[in-house]
């Protein structure tokens, strides 16, 4: 019943995090679900309240974001009636990534140095496809997701491997596989594939050029000594 609730939120754009020992985590991932269940911070029946009375009642008047249930129960318990003005107390935008690739938070863009940060400690939680940014602030560790029109992530290398495998440097400093045996194409001619810990990312001019390369004949099929690759078409 709480994660049905929980996820509820997630599908209007609202997810729900806890601070549990200086981290920030997700109950939507089966092992921080697992974590904040041993530590007993979600059977505090206030908390219990917000999740499943309070929010619910005004979320709809709540912009899409990072909500903190725990404070709101807090202060609560302090004697605060809940509205959706103490709800916007505890909420965090998402960094959004636009159809270019742009970052914004808070309607400002991200670039630069600080941009450079959040690649460099970026990560990916497949079991939600999402990406998000954590890092050490103030002895505890940071954590935003990222609301994306298209992958953070960018190619800049591809290498072949023997087995001939597919292994991609990304643009956060980080190398990984290909773990699908298709890339996918759009509209736009850009090129996508699948990796094994980061999920989708934009393969860069250089590296698009040189899988393209290995295009055959029939238009959608790519070969990497024995390895076969379907290039599929996408809107």
């Known amino acids: 019943m709480l994660l049905e609730q929980i996820q509820w939120f ?29 530590s007993g911070l979600l ?42 003005t103490l709800a916007l107390r505890f909420y ?25 940060l959040f690649l460099e400690n970026m990560g990916y939680e497949a079991s939600i496809d999402r990406y998000f940014v954590e890092y050490k602030v103030d002895q505890r560790l940071d954590k935003c997701y990222l609301d994306c029109e298209i992958t953070p992530l960018v190619v800049i290398r591809v290498e072949i491997y023997e087995k001939n495998k ?18 996918k194409i759009d509209s736009r001619e850009q090129c996508f594939c699948e990796t094994i810990k980061y999920g989708e990312a934009l393969l860069a001019d250089q590296p698009r050029f040189m899988i393209l390369q290995h295009l055959q004949e ?18």
Request: hydrophobic share 40%.
């Open 10 to 38: 997630a599908k209007q754009n609202k997810l729900l995090l806890f601070l549990l020992e200086k981290r920030f985590l997700d109950p939507q991932i089966p092992e921080q679900m697992e974590q904040l269940q041993d």
């Open 43 to 84: 059977t505090d029946l206030t908390t219990l309240d917000v999740i499943h009375q309070h929010l619910p009642g005004v979320v709809n008047q709540l912009p899409a974001g990072m909500y903190f249930p725990t404070p709101m129960a807090k202060a609560l318990a302090n004697g605060e009636l809940f509205s959706e």
């Open 92 to 116: 965090y935008d998402f960094i959004k990534v636009d159809a270019d690739q742009n970052w914004f938070l808070k309607g400002k863009p991200i670039e630069g140095k600080v941009k450079k």
């Open 166 to 183: 597919l292994k991609v440097l990304l643009n956060n400093g980080q190398s990984d596989w290909i773990c699908n045996a298709h890339f």
């Open 218 to 235: 029939d238009g959608h099929t790519l070969q990497f000594g024995n390895q076969i690759f379907q290039l599929v078409e996408v809107d």
